[in-house]
């Protein structure tokens, strides 16, 4: 099947990538454009490692064609990270340890940060229920919870990031 | 040394890698690509046990983008086993299936092509031509004459230096029964567990100008991995040269050497980068697992709820082959008498060969089933004596001075006062005899240190 | 039918490393020009932290602050040998070879220093600020980098130090199985509270409650990391992660994420942990290694509480609800 070329915003740029029918926007952005923030921990829509936010909503790239992005306005966790310093969510989980070994990190700040856009003062049992399809096998969640819920508590729903 | 002269010790100093972690700047083998690339897939015994009559690519080579085919004739030293290294023997495991396949999943032979895709379509083409042969999958019946037998060496444990288990003799076992007011029996079943670290095992070798070949790779252990391949391919070991020390999620289940090899044989061979990475189906299907095992215990105990005598039976499933789980029932062996004064303890602990998928090193490694086994047994003594669960533990708590069955004196027992902290945490009342326990109270106990720091700090 | 609530505990000890081949682990250390130390190793770092607190003990050892050091792992052609990132023994085996390449290191540190204040050697203290001065008199000082430069390039003196852990292996006695197979020994007492619903069979942890004693803490942040993720991976194991659940059988083995389960976000307990800290002697600043069970203690203390919740003798994990409501049935054609 001849490949094609499909266009659109990744992270306030417009780009043009060129793909065989049916490559995944995971694949897209990490082997064709370089974009290795958004890690895959299944390749089939089962762990929310490739979480992205693709207009306002985030999605498991590993399992969305890249074709049906066309047009569209694709958030990666690069387009979060300021020029300088960090985006409030990821100074939380810095500071709040909600890392350990960092491979399901871009998916939750990603669902982390989709939440926030929505609902700028999440209870935990809301930021529970929007991180429960990502996995993490490292911290217990807890710390993440708390992550997120101390940016809720200093914010006024406007997470700042590029790239909106 | 006072706490106050400590600097950084004893500050939680924000994470080293906490910046790349939270930029997705962090690189781990799949993030790693090179424009030559070849892809690396195997194909997997679809039986539990069988005998391989033949194997033909002819289909498989028709494959667009199809590079090579490799089986145990390629591997120079086909046979290893992991803990060679420290003298832990015989060699038994293959690189890839030789005669026989002894689980469902195992190598056979590794198919590299120029794509991914590429790659899986051959190995499903390749075709293996099989004879099923009778399965055992019990770690008892393994044992039973009859069974299918496992290993070259005639029986399905492994040999601890001539004996079919790792024994721990302290005390007079028999003495002790005679001495219990009663006999507690339990039967312990853990089952098997996946790691699941949300990066999957892999590497990608690379062949360099100079002759060398670099291995990106995520295991938990550089050195021995890179010390096993060297070996395996038969190289000097400054042939290869291996990169990691980040790793997506370990917990034991990256240091089986099992993707390194055969990548770096396949760089060797065809002069181009190899990727080979577990999906997360054969993470799943075909990396080891926790051990399983069956614990039986048969404990006396007298009446004041002291334990006076143990004796175990237990079974590890090691799977179909070594990997780490003859020392993982040596440390089970050690610590299968919990943190408690025992003093006549007798263990059997088997590694026992199954045609089950290899079980190998998993956090806790032989511990956590002993840990399981061990306070699920104190509980069903507790309970047939009438004893509060705390206070229990607290009288058969080892101190410092004991002696363990294995021999070793006990030098930095806590037990006790973390059984009181725990029992104050959950404002469970403790008499007053209990709550004067301490884990330096022995007649031959050394002198009780001071704690530091902890209060003051949080 | 109802819903059962049921508490129970565990108490475990853990050893730290193994005794294979002397279990050794190497650093090497060395300061460049710019007053930085170099620590150089082959140890991986699992997301526990590693990098992080040997970082620190290095510093802790030199007297220089924590960005001062850097970690470079991770790299056969660099790193001296680690015997790898297993049996709770990194931080404790690379943390021993670190304090002895610093304690080298700091010692030609010292002689630089006395020799640019004309001061002795054994008159020599670190503020842990950056400077080396002398004792008592605290306006003698000098900067690293101005000592890394005196000792480059007016010296002629290599500030490094080279460390090694070792524990010679005695062996296993084969009859008796005497060994001594580990350095030291950490202690955990879990507690934990379910709710088990005995119509479904569901279990619901609401709470875990832990205290360890683990030595010195390094850095305590890490620490609690581990215990919360230990106890939420020993809740993953007590409730539902079984590769094979049918085992011995070997059918029905789950081949991803969407059949073999594991803990989300909304199963995450109560959580209350405290840490004692008994330094051990041959630890590095009294370390123990811990970060393994973590995830053994809450185990047998769920199962515990499922057993006093249901007055059952379940004796297997992961407790599923089937597990649950065979093990009711067997209580009730028992009475
Ligand atoms: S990689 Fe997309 S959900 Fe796992
Ligand atoms: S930090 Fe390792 S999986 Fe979440």
Sequence with gaps: MASKIVTFTLNGRETEVMVKPLTTLAKALREKLGFTATKCGCYEGNCGSCTVIVNGEPVLSCILPVEEVEGQNVLTLEGITPAEGLHPLQQAFHENFAIQCGFCSPGMLMVSKALLDKNPHPTQAEVAEAISGNLCRCTGYDPIIAAVLQVAAGSNGNQGGSHE | MSDQALNTVGKSELRRDGLSHVTGKTQYVDDIQFPDMLYLKMVRSPLHHARILGIDFSEAEKVPGFVRAFTYKDVPKNLYTILCLIGVGPDEEPVLAEKEVLYKGEQIAAVVAQSEEAAIEAAARVKVDLEELPAVFDVEEALKPGAPILKPWGTNYFVYEGHHCRRVRYGNIEQGFAQADYIVEGCYEPKPIEHAPLETTGCIAKPEANGRITVYTNTQALYFSMDNTALILNVPFNKLHFVGGTVGGGFGGKVDVIVEPIAALAAMHTGHPVKYLYTREEEFHVSSTRVAYRIYFKDGVSKDGHIVARQVTSYADSGAYNRHTPYAVTKHAANISGPYDIPNVHIDAHCVYTNRVPTSAMRGFGVTSASFATELQIDKIARKLGMDPFEIRLINAYRNGDMRPYQKVVGDATLVEVIQAAAGMAHHPLSERFQAMNSWDRANSPARPEPVSAEKRS | ?335
């Design chain 3, 1 to 335: 039918m109802a819903k059962l609530k049921g508490t129970g505990i565990s108490s475990v000890n853990y050893p730290t490393g193994m005794n294979l081949g002397g279990d050794p682990t190497q650093a090497l250390i060395h300061m460049t020009t710019t007053g930085t130390f170099v620590i150089s190793l082959a140890s991986c770092d699992l997301g526990q932290g590693l990098k992080t607190v040997l970082a620190q003990i290095g510093a802790e050892t030199l007297g220089v602050p924590f960005e001062n050091v850097l970690i470079d792992t991770g790299d056969t052609d660099t790193g001296p040998h680690c015997m790898g990132t297993f049996a709770s023994r990194t931080t404790h085996r690379a943390g021993n070879a670190i304090i002895m390449a610093a304690q080298e290191a700091r010692k030609t540190m010292l002689e630089i220093a006395a020799d640019e204040l004309e001061a002795r050697p054994e008159d020599m203290e670190t503020d842990g600020q950056g400077f080396v001065r002398v004792k008592g008199s605290p306006d003698r000082k000098i900067h690293l980098v101005n000592l890394a430069l005196a000792g480059h390039f007016k010296y002629g003196k290599t500030v490094a130090g080279r460390g090694i852990f070792f524990k010679p292996n005695l062996g296993i006695d084969p009859e008796t199985g005497k060994m001594d197979p580990d350095s030291t020994e950490a202690h955990a007492c879990v507690m934990a509270e379910v709710e088990v619903d005995t119509e479904t069979g569901e279990v619901k942890v609401l709470k875990l409650q832990s205290v360890y004693e683990i030595g010195r803490q390094v850095n305590p942040k890490l620490v609690e990391g581990q215990i919360k993720g230990g106890s939420v991976m020993g809740l993953g194991h007590a409730l539902y992660e079984s590769t094979e659940p049918y085992y011995p059988s070997p059918e029905h083995r789950p081949g991803g994420f969407f059949e073999y389960i594991l803990p989300l976000a909304p199963d995450v307990p109560e959580m209350e942990i405290r840490v004692l800290e008994y330094p051990s002697a041959d630890g590095p600043y009294g370390v123990k290694g811990f970060g393994e069970m973590t995830a053994n203690a809450p185990i047998p203390a769920i199962v515990n509480a499922i057993n006093n919740a249901l007055g059952t003798e379940i004796s297997t994990h992961p407790v599923t609800p089937e597990i649950v409501l065979q093990a009711l049935d067997a209580k009730q054609s028992k009475s």
